[in-house]
DNA sequence: GTTGAAAAATTCCGCCG
DNA sequence: CGGCGGAATTTTTCAAC
């Protein structure tokens, strides 16, 4: 398994530049950190094959795109060796972003993203609560996104 | 405020390519769908003004990069209207990587990233419980996660 | 880690339907 | 006006040092 270790400062600072935003240049990173632009192609290079990199995303803004509502649902199984066959059904649900098995009150903890209340209670009444296994669900609604940032990776 | 109908069917098909993976270039994704590279780019532009596009990120594994712990914290305000002041200082936590204001059980709900049990509880008890105005809180310690993955965009 | 040169992508602009 | 095509500029990529 990879670990820290591997990584160096230049490692770290190239991926800060990069997890907020990663169109920056090669180039442009190389001048604000005093490498050469093969370097910082090395050391992605590096990091793509030990997985530390994992691919990247547009960040869009899904109100802009008719999604209204962003809600979290917490999941409870009957049983909670339920959890693989669940998440796979839940995984067939393309309004779900993440999700998560959780240690605490759910057993599962998952994002959806709906374009509104009426597209949310058909997929709560009709594609989650209708998954065998589940026990009941409880909804939190997102009524503003106030951060939303990658992790701050540390100097050392 | 911009909303959907100012895109078309090929502004939706950029976007979900590139919401899969930013790094794909222009020319590539105008080969794919029968358009010249330069229509894309305006397109791109377009959708970069409308603020629906806010960016890129590259998204890294945690685990590797040390941050062993994933968890969910909701957070019970004494008064709801302190929902503004506790935010501000929250933002200034930087191991909290998102919250939200949410109806239901929590007033705040963020998800933090931990490099171990015990970075957490320092976080919980020194730095999130030492603000002014916070209850209590509740933690799910995210033991696997299993979907992360941005929206799927309806052809419509 | 660096350099430099070839290949590719981005970006811009004039033209056309 | 939106889309196309080509040319100038930048960036990526890769070999040799």
Same mark, same amino acid.
């Given at each position: 398994?990879?670990?820290?270790?591997?990584l160096d400062k230049l490692d770290k600072e190239?991926? /800060? !530049?990069?997890?907020?935003?990663?169109?920056?240049?090669?180039?442009?990173?190389?001048?604000?950190?005093?490498? +050469?632009?093969?370097?910082?192609?090395? #050391?992605?290079?590096?990091?793509?094959?030990? =997985?530390?990199?994992? =691919? /990247?995303?547009?960040?869009?803004?899904?109100?802009?795109?008719?999604?209204?509502?962003?809600?979290?649902? =917490?999941?409870?199984?009957? #049983? +909670?060796?339920?959890?693989? %066959?669940?998440?796979?059904?839940?995984?067939?649900?393309?309004?779900?972003? +993440?999700? *998560?098995?959780?240690?605490?009150? *759910? /057993?599962?903890?998952?994002?959806?993203?709906? %374009?509104?209340?009426?597209?949310?209670?058909?997929?709560? +009444?009709?594609?989650?609560?209708?998954?065998?296994?589940?026990?009941?669900?409880?909804?939190? !609604?997102?009524?503003?996104? /106030?951060?939303?940032?990658?992790?701050?990776?540390?100097k050392d």
């Amino acid at each position: 398994m990879t670990k820290i270790q591997d990584l160096d400062k230049l490692d770290k600072e190239i991926l /800060s !530049i990069l997890m907020k935003d990663a169109k920056i240049p090669y180039t442009d990173i190389a001048k604000q950190l005093f490498v +050469s632009g093969g370097t910082v192609h090395v #050391r992605m290079k590096k990091l793509e094959d030990l =997985g530390v990199v994992k =691919g /990247s995303r547009l960040e869009v803004d899904a109100t802009k795109l008719g999604y209204d509502i962003t809600s979290f649902i =917490g999941i409870f199984l009957e #049983r +909670s060796n339920l959890y693989h %066959k669940v998440i796979e059904e839940v995984k067939l649900i393309p309004e779900v972003v +993440s999700a *998560y098995y959780t240690t605490g009150n *759910y /057993s599962i903890f998952a994002k959806v993203c709906c %374009k509104d209340t009426m597209h949310l209670r058909e997929l709560l +009444s009709e594609r989650i609560q209708a998954i065998e296994g589940i026990q009941r669900t409880e909804t939190l !609604i997102a009524l503003e996104e /106030s951060i939303n940032r990658p992790i701050t990776l540390t100097k050392d």
